[in-house]
């Protein structure tokens, strides 16, 4: 039998102290400095949260994340925790309802950067190099066109933005003076060898990842580790290769679909987000399984 997604656009989780609700995931406190991450249905887009969930998003991008932290552990240490989710569900919750959309974490202490990794020019990078020749202070060559392929990925971070307000790429400059040299050195490093992995592996399921935003925290030890999501539709472009073509803004598997309605509609950018139409929310579900699919050979079923 088909199973069909969970939706779920807020956690209701009786007895477990809320220690944040974000965009899309809503955040619990554990004992021995765990957390519990809820990947909601909710769904940003321009630092907005609009009022539609997507049915299954939060599933699909808990178990596609759960892959790319299992297949980068000997990159990178991740925030996931070994302690089981049923250990922790309260009693009478209904456990189907959060089994795929959840995961156990390290608390760790995050550092107040995005680290974003691109490898095409698109997006606020193309924005930006149209404008200045350069993304994030970072020179490019000249007569570069719209999604081309960078000569080599480049780190360009990003301010870390509260609900409602909007993320600013930054400089390298600007992270060392937030977070110091060295850490912001191994933040680079690490953010530039995840997009690397994950690309190849990506091109190898016909997949193009443009770019990806990472997120990252230090432990009990002081040890970096990726946190929060990776590599998922939320947090990075993933085109179809057999679609891409330079000159213009290729097919995506991501919520770029859900942005190019909202710039159609001539939406003004600010709260509250307009309702999304029905064909708008089942194709954005459709690209995210699809995504993992391809990327995981993980199905929705």
């Keep these: 039998m088909r199973r069909v997604p969970t939706t779920l656009r807020q956690s209701d989780l009786p007895g477990l102290t809320l220690r944040h609700r974000g965009k899309v995931r809503d955040v619990y406190d554990l004992p021995d400095d765990e957390l519990l991450i809820v990947a909601t249905d909710r769904l940003s ?12 998003k939060g599933e699909m991008l808990t178990q596609l994340s759960n892959f790319w932290f299992d297949r980068t552990r000997g990159l990178m240490k991740s925030h ?16 189907a309802l959060y089994a795929r959309r959840s995961v156990v974490a390290k608390r760790l202490k995050g550092l107040p950067i995005e680290a974003i990794a691109r490898g095409y020019l698109i997006g606020s990078g193309w924005n930006d190099y149209q404008a200045s020749g350069s993304v994030c202070g970072i020179e490019l060559p000249a007569g570069l066109r719209q999604a081309e392929q960078l000569p080599t990925p480049i780190f360009t971070p990003s301010s ?19 977070i110091g040299g060295e850490l912001a050195e191994k933040v680079r490093v690490a953010t530039l060898a995840i997009y690397r992995f994950a690309s190849e592996h990506a091109a190898s399921r016909g997949v193009i990842i443009a770019d990806t935003k990472l997120e990252f925290g230090l432990d009990e030890e002081g040890e970096l580790c990726v946190m929060d999501e990776m590599l998922t539709p939320d947090s990075s472009r993933f085109w179809p290769a057999e679609d891409y073509a330079v000159g213009s803004s290729p097919p995506s598997y991501d919520k770029q679909y859900v942005r190019d309605y909202l710039e159609q509609i001539g939406w003004d950018k600010q709260p509250p987000g307009p309702s999304l139409p029905a064909d708008v929310i089942e194709g954005t579900a459709a690209r995210y399984a699809e995504a993992l699919q391809r990327l995981a050979d993980i199905g929705i079923d």
């Design 45 to 56: 887009a321009f630092d907005v949260v609009l009022p539609d969930p997507i049915p299954g």
């Design 80 to 95: 996931v925790s070994r302690t089981p989710l049923a250990s922790v569900l309260p009693e009478g919750v209904d456990k």
């Design 160 to 178: 870390k933005a509260a609900v409602g307000d909007h993320d600013e790429n930054i400089g390298f400059d600007q992270v060392v003076r937030l």
